[in-house]
């Protein structure tokens, strides 16, 4: 049975820092790629960061470049989400999504929350003063 469970949200000022985590457990980080999605009341969810867990290549969105840096642990079958400098507008609720990409050939990240089959529960971000 395939599981992600998200920790590390909270309340942070406004330059601070977080580390989110996913735990994964039913698979092999190798097989996926993993995605971390963020979702602001009233906006639709939308693709912070992924990586290729086989490669290591990585995605950002525009907005968090040089701020956030994805990455994976394979022996603790965990994916990171370090972000640095935050903002208010970082504000959200925030997924870890699996993508099996066995026998698949992807030359792009794969963006849209409905191409990813499997998702946690989320963490909530919030940054305010």
């Known amino acids: 049975q395939l599981q992600l469970v998200e920790s590390g949200g909270g309340l942070v000022q406004p330059g601070g820092s977080l580390r989110l985590s996913c735990a994964v457990s039913?698979?092999?980080?190798?097989?996926?790629?993993i995605g971390w999605f963020r979702q602001a009341p009233g906006n639709e969810r939308e693709a912070v960061s992924c990586i290729k867990s086989s490669t290591g290549a990585t995605y950002y969105i525009e907005s968090v470049m040089g701020r956030f840096t994805i990455s994976r642990d394979a022996a603790k079958n965990t994916v990171y989400l370090q972000m640095n400098v935050l903002k208010p507008e970082d504000t959200g609720h925030y997924y870890c999504?699996?993508?099996?990409?066995?026998?698949?050939?992807?030359?792009?990240?794969?963006?849209?929350?409905?191409?990813?089959?499997?998702w946690g529960q989320g963490t909530q971000v919030t940054v305010s003063s």
């Open positions: 039913g698979f092999t980080l190798d097989y996926y790629i």
């Open positions: 999504a699996a993508k099996d990409i066995r026998g698949r050939f992807l030359p792009n990240f794969p963006l849209r929350p409905s191409e990813y089959e499997n």
